[in-house]
């Protein structure tokens, strides 16, 4: 879409806060409407956007396919990981209130946190790979 | 660290699957994987000895009490339910190396490891849980890896085969969500025990009716019960081997459990069995099934796909003694789970072995095979044996227990129904048996050669599982003995 000057422009300007405003979404789900799915499939089409306007190649430059391979592990294995680091600290598994025993309702807020962001992490780059995946469809 | 065990069973195959994907090293990744799935089945161990020991455990996911959180609860069923799955699982992963050698290419193999870990994950899942919502959760989770599993198989022919269970698989578990669904509406309640008390609940009883409907097709879909069956021919003809055996020997059975629960644990057997008369319904579909499927597998010239009709025909026998809804049809139903799940998967590994050599596992380049690979073939027909239901096979206890419960109802039709249905077990298992000793070797079949013992090993082991099961049955027969008093009595 080498011609469509005004496409390019606006869509240029608005990825930072779309990828902004999916943060805001990430860090406000322990509290109010949002959380880690929802900030996952925002930031995805931040570079959905990024992929029409620019092509794949271009998306592909900046979201490398192995990179978001590691980080659709990753951000399973930082829910897991919370998981099993409630287990060794004493509670059952995912009972957040384990890391700070003393105030459990603190412990509560963090570990929401952590694993909201292990979801938001894994659903951006499954989002993406799922693009990549069937935009690149007979030229990988 | 003891008390830990429920959610350790969920998360060592869970956490694995991403570890799988970072590591990528073919090599490392499959050691990893096949560590990981036999410290799954020492997991499973554990919890079946406490089961047995001291009654159902219970746990409180993230401490929050139920029915307001997730619960998981193992009982005697789910327990011998999680042993089983897990145990296939590792046998299955250590058969894999060298047999997906050919089958899958060496660059995807990292994510074979990973996405087998997942759908273990699933399956063991949907078998520990005591949350309704839980269970869809792990449904789609096993569902969908074993779609990417399937569609992994080199042939041109995996893909529509994979799509073709996408599209039932995701029909059924429509139908089971929505079922889950309008039961949420009636009690509002997910968690299985807190329901079983609330229902039925008088004036709502045509929801309970709808939602028993839609649960009763999603179920049937997803274990193939006769006549919607239609998706599993293909998807284990042209599946890889290794994936073949795996979801053969697991993911119906784990359907049949899903089936067992809800109509005894939650529905219970008055309300499912008495005022619905289910058994009636299921009856009739689960003789048809024996008869039709096992006509059309003597007539299948892939043997994976006889195998598979042979499933078929096998899912029959198992909801037909869950249809007696009486202490010894449901021992019968769920020793066949266990011991189907046997001899399926022993079998299956033999095509594997076959599959490896022959690259074929059509009847005629079998021809003369029992002299090239007369292991394989040994292991063939044990397991023939076992599916047909010859004395000292765990075949036959599963089909001793299914004529005892029909003879118990004084049924005597059904009784001597199955024990026709076994003579066309000996028309397939037979047809392969002549042709592998009784013909003139093909020109693949000369040129092959016996198995490499890493395949061997593991095909035997389940082989000879067969057997043993077949001579000592208290820890199969018995404890679904158990499990079916279990289930009969209510949530324990």
Request: with cysteine; proline share 4%.
């Given at each position: 879409?080498t011609?469509?000057t005004i496409?390019?422009?606006?869509?240029?300007l608005?990825?930072?806060?779309?990828?902004?405003?999916?943060?805001?979404?990430?860090?406000?789900?322990?509290?109010?409407?949002g959380?880690?799915?929802?900030?996952?499939v925002?930031?995805?089409?931040?570079?959905?956007?990024?992929?029409?306007?620019y092509?794949?190649?271009?998306?592909?430059?900046?979201?490398?396919?192995?990179?978001i391979?590691?980080?659709?592990?990753?951000?399973?294995l930082?829910y897991?990981?919370?998981?099993?680091?409630?287990?060794?600290?004493g509670g059952n598994?995912l009972?957040?209130?384990?890391?700070?025993?003393a105030?459990?309702?603190k412990?509560?807020?963090?570990?929401?946190?952590?694993?909201?962001?292990?979801v938001g992490?894994?659903?951006?780059?499954?989002?993406?790979?799922?693009?990549?995946t069937?935009?690149?469809r007979?030229?990988a | 660290m003891?008390?830990?065990?429920?959610p350790?069973?969920i998360?060592?195959?869970?956490?694995?699957?991403?570890?799988?994907?970072?590591?990528r090293?073919r090599?490392?990744t499959?050691?990893?994987?096949?560590?990981?799935?036999?410290?799954?089945?020492?997991?499973?161990?554990?919890?079946l000895?406490?089961?047995?020991a001291?009654?159902?455990?219970?746990y409180e996911?993230?401490?929050?009490?139920?029915?307001?959180g997730i619960e998981?609860?193992i009982?005697?069923l789910n327990?011998?339910v999680?042993l089983?799955?897990?145990?296939?699982?590792?046998?299955?992963l250590?058969?894999?190396?060298r047999?997906?050698?050919?089958?899958i290419?060496?660059?995807?193999?990292y994510?074979?490891?990973?996405v087998?870990?997942?759908?273990?994950?699933g399956?063991?899942?949907?078998?520990?849980?005591?949350?309704?919502?839980?269970?869809?959760v792990f449904?789609?989770v096993?569902a969908?890896s074993?779609?990417a599993?399937?569609?992994?198989g080199g042939?041109r022919?995996?893909?529509?085969?994979?799509?073709q269970?996408?599209?039932?698989?995701?029909?059924?578990?429509?139908?089971?969500?929505?079922g889950?669904g309008l039961?949420?509406?009636?009690?509002?309640t997910?968690?299985?025990e807190?329901?079983?008390?609330?229902?039925p609940i008088?004036?709502?009883v045509?929801?309970?009716?709808?939602?028993?409907?839609?649960?009763?097709?999603g179920i049937?879909?997803?274990m193939?019960?006769f006549?919607l069956?239609?998706?599993?021919?293909?998807?284990y003809?042209?599946?890889?081997?290794?994936?073949?055996?795996?979801?053969a020997?697991t993911?119906?059975?784990?359907?049949?459990?899903?089936?067992?629960?809800?109509m005894f644990?939650?529905?219970g057997?008055?309300f499912a069995?008495?005022?619905?008369?289910?058994?009636?319904?299921?009856?009739?579909l689960?003789?048809l099934?024996?008869?039709?499927?096992?006509i059309v597998?003597?007539?299948q010239?892939?043997?994976?796909?006889?195998?598979?009709?042979s499933s078929v025909?096998?899912?029959?026998?198992m909801v037909?003694?869950?249809?007696?809804?009486?202490?010894?049809?449901?021992?019968?139903?769920i020793?066949h789970?266990?011991?189907?799940?046997?001899?399926k998967?022993?079998?299956?590994?033999?095509?594997?072995?076959?599959?490896?050599?022959?690259r074929?596992?059509?009847?005629?380049?079998?021809?003369?095979?029992g002299?090239?690979?007369?292991?394989?073939?040994?292991?063939?027909?044990?397991?023939?044996?076992?599916?047909?239901?010859?004395p000292a096979?765990a075949?036959?206890?599963?089909k001793?227990?299914?004529i005892q419960?029909?003879?118990?109802?004084?049924?005597?039709?059904?009784a001597v129904?199955?024990l026709?249905?076994s003579?066309?077990?000996?028309?397939?298992?037979?047809?392969v048996?002549?042709?592998?000793?009784?013909?003139?070797p093909?020109?693949r079949?000369?040129?092959a050669?016996e198995?490499?013992l890493s395949?061997?090993?593991p095909t035997?082991a389940?082989?000879?599982?067969?057997v043993?099961?077949g001579l000592?049955t208290?820890r199969s027969?018995?404890v679904?003995?158990?499990?079916?008093?279990?289930l009969?009595?209510?949530?324990?």
């Open positions: 879409m011609g469509h496409l390019r422009v606006v869509s240029k608005l990825l930072p806060y779309v990828l902004l405003f999916a943060l805001y979404v990430q860090f406000h789900g322990d509290y109010g409407p959380g880690g799915f929802q900030a996952g925002i930031f995805a089409a931040g570079f959905v956007l990024y992929g029409l306007i092509g794949l190649a271009a998306v592909r430059r900046v979201a490398k396919p192995r990179a391979e590691i980080l659709i592990a990753a951000g399973v930082l897991a990981g919370t998981g099993i680091a409630t287990m060794l600290m598994f009972d957040y209130g384990a890391f700070t025993p105030h459990p309702e412990g509560q807020h963090y570990g929401i946190l952590v694993i909201e962001l292990g992490m894994t659903v951006a780059a499954v989002m993406i790979a799922v693009y990549s069937f935009a690149g007979g030229r | 003891e008390s830990q065990l429920p350790l069973q998360v060592i195959p869970l956490v694995a699957a991403p570890i799988c994907v970072l590591l090293n090599v490392v499959l050691g990893f994987a096949i560590a990981v799935c036999w410290a799954t089945f020492g997991v499973s161990v554990a919890l000895d406490r089961v047995l001291s009654g159902a455990i219970v996911m993230g401490g929050w009490a139920a029915p307001w998981y609860r009982d005697a327990a011998f999680l089983f799955v897990s145990g296939i699982g590792a046998i299955v250590t058969f894999a190396p047999s997906m050698g050919d089958e290419p060496a660059s995807r193999q994510l074979f490891c990973a087998y870990l997942l759908c273990l994950t399956l063991l899942g949907i078998a520990i849980t005591g949350d309704l919502f839980n269970v869809f449904l789609e096993s969908l074993s779609y599993l399937i569609a992994m042939r022919k995996a893909l529509p085969a994979a799509f269970y996408l599209v039932m698989g995701t029909i059924g578990a429509t139908f089971i969500l929505i889950i039961m949420y509406m009636m009690t509002g997910l968690n299985m807190d329901m079983a008390a609330r229902l008088d004036g709502g045509r929801t309970t009716l709808v939602a028993v409907a839609f649960l009763t097709v049937a879909l997803k193939a019960l006549p069956h239609g998706w599993l021919p293909n998807a003809a042209y599946a890889p081997s290794v994936v073949t055996a795996f979801l020997a993911a119906t059975k784990v359907s049949v459990y899903i089936l067992l629960r809800f644990s939650v529905f057997i008055e069995f008495e005022d619905l008369a289910l058994g009636r319904a299921l009856l009739p689960a003789l099934g024996i008869f039709v499927a096992s597998a003597i007539f010239t892939n043997i994976k796909r006889m195998l598979a009709y025909a096998q899912i029959g026998y037909l003694g869950i249809s007696f809804a009486t202490a010894t049809g449901l021992t019968a139903g020793v789970l266990f011991n189907h799940a046997l001899i998967g022993g079998l299956f590994m033999a095509m594997g072995c076959v599959m490896l050599r022959l074929s596992v059509d009847i005629e380049d079998m021809a003369g095979l002299r090239t690979m007369p292991w394989t073939m040994a292991a063939w027909v044990v397991g023939g044996l076992g599916l047909i239901g010859v096979t075949g036959f206890i599963s001793w227990y299914f419960a029909a003879l118990e109802q004084g049924w005597i039709i059904v129904l199955v026709m249905s003579l066309l077990a000996v028309a397939y298992v037979w047809r048996v002549e042709t592998a000793y009784f013909r003139e093909s020109e079949a000369r040129e050669s198995a490499p395949m061997l090993i035997w389940l082989i000879g599982a067969t043993f099961f000592f208290t027969a018995g679904a003995r158990q499990a079916a008093e279990a009969l009595g209510g949530l324990p």
